[in-house]
């Protein structure tokens, strides 16, 4: 069965479902989980640094705005680190080995890469479901890593939220 499992969560609604899911499974199969959270530069939380260049006409602007970016980035981390860390509580208190890692890049390239050096025998991963060209620019993290990943893979689907214009059904009696 699956000894090792690796959890790519981050603080988005479907990673509490990949979070449940995860630990359902890890109860049922004894394994040990390991939950990691990739920062990327596509992440919408990611600082974008505004005029951090060496060039600046004023060096005094140029190094608070550096400090100011560099703060934000670090609160970043903590944030996250900290999510890390309340969920591997809330799976250690259900009596599951679990560890949590944080890691910065290209998150289907990360999961992949520590999938293989960690021996996962599984990788769960939440599927947003985007297509066409939100998918293009984007990228489809549960794509790259049902491509790439050295292990199996389970995708976790979030749920399609329905228009209630759209999903509205008509009755219509024949006579």
Known sequence: ????????????????????????????????????????????EYPYPIYIYPNTVVPSLHEETLKEYMGQWEELKQERINFLSKRCQQAIDLGINTEYTQSFG????????????????????????????????????????????PCSVLTIQQPIKANTEESQTVHLNCT
Not at 123 to 128: A, K, L, P, Q
């Open 106 to 149: 290209s998150p289907g390239r990360i999961i992949c890469e520590i999938a293989s050096n960690w021996n996962a025998d599984l990788i769960i991963v939440g599927r947003r479901g985007r297509t066409g060209l939100s998918e293009l620019f984007l990228g489809s993290v549960s794509n790259y890593v049902l491509h790439h990943a």
């Open 1 to 44: 069965m699956f000894g090792k499992i690796i959890v790519a969560i981050d603080n988005s609604e479907i990673s509490d479902l990949v979070f449940d899911k995860a630990v359902s499974l890890a109860k049922a199969a004894a394994a040990h989980l390991m939950l990691l959270n990739v920062i990327s530069p596509s992440d919408e």
